[in-house]
């Protein structure tokens, strides 16, 4: 279909359209494809089947399987699947995005990602959020990244990337080729591996464990500090009791 409707569109099937604009929400029942820059000035949601969407612009996206998008495709508020979300170069998302794994092309997060069953892989672009995956690896490659990035049983990966924020897993941490943090790392203890870098990558934070490889990779360390009663960085040493 391809025009203009000034009002809700409610579909029981399926929903193809082809360029045209929606002045309002779509509401699929089944899989819904766009082409030729489709505008959907609403959100869009269905019941069943896959969303694609070649170009244009929608609000937000609650899908019931697998979300895909092509051709710099706004979405300009959240994004929820409960399958897997592919996103095409030059796409943007303004929202917050969960979905059971992510795989991304110069794409442009405003809002959190978060996984539940699968990867984090990005490539080019950047995010302006937190990245969150319950089991499994998040690699980014070229990309720019302002906040936090955590795993809790598989590796982070970073290839050319820099984050100001902290990365955080129960397995290994690799900064690869001129990689950059400005943040803390936390990552296992088994061996002085597990917080690894190549090239000029490096660490404006604490790392810890704090052996890593090469062993100058971090420039944070804990030092301990020693109060004193009548010093500038006095205390009311009463408060600890008596010895």
């Known amino acids: 279909t391809s025009g203009s409707f000034t009002g809700n569109v409610t579909v029981s099937g399926a929903s193809s359209f082809t360029g045209g604009n929606l002045a309002a929400s779509l509401i699929g029942g089944g899989s819904v494809t766009t082409a030729n820059g489709?505008?959907?000035?609403?959100?869009?949601?269905?019941?069943?089947?896959?969303?694609?969407?070649?170009?244009?612009?929608?609000g937000s996206i609650n899908a019931a399987q697998n979300v895909s998008t092509s051709n710099g495709t706004a979405v300009t508020g959240e994004l929820t699947a409960r399958g897997d979300v592919t996103l095409g170069s030059l796409s943007s998302i303004g929202?917050?995005?969960?979905?059971?794994?992510v795989i991304a092309n110069e794409t442009t997060f405003s809002g959190d990602i978060t996984v539940t069953e699968g990867l984090v892989t990005l490539t080019g672009g950047s995010v302006t959020g937190n990245i969150n995956s319950n089991c499994c690896t998040v690699t980014l490659n070229q990309v720019q990244i302002n906040g936090n990035v955590t795993t809790s049983q598989n590796n982070i990966v970073l290839d050319g990337s820099t984050i100001t924020g902290n990365l955080v897993?129960?397995?290994?941490?690799q900064l690869l080729n001129d990689s950059f943090v400005y943040g803390d790392v936390t990552a296992a203890t088994?061996?002085?591996?597990?917080?690894?870098?190549?090239?000029?990558?490096?660490?404006?934070?604490?790392?810890?464990?704090?052996?890593?490889?090469?062993?100058?990779?971090?420039?944070?360390?804990i030092v301990p500090t020693c109060l004193t009663e009548n010093g500038?960085?006095?205390?009311d040493r009463s408060l600890l009791g008596s010895d």
């Open 38 to 58: 489709t505008t959907i000035n609403g959100n869009l949601s269905n019941n069943y089947g896959a969303v694609s969407l070649d170009g244009g612009r929608v």
């Open 232 to 235: 500038p960085d006095s205390f």
């Open 169 to 173: 897993t129960t397995h290994r941490v």
């Open 190 to 221: 088994w061996d002085n591996s597990t917080i690894y870098g190549t090239g000029s990558s490096h660490v404006y934070g604490v790392c810890t464990p704090s052996a890593t490889n090469p062993d100058d990779l971090c420039d944070g360390v």
């Open 95 to 101: 929202g917050k995005v969960s979905a059971r794994n």
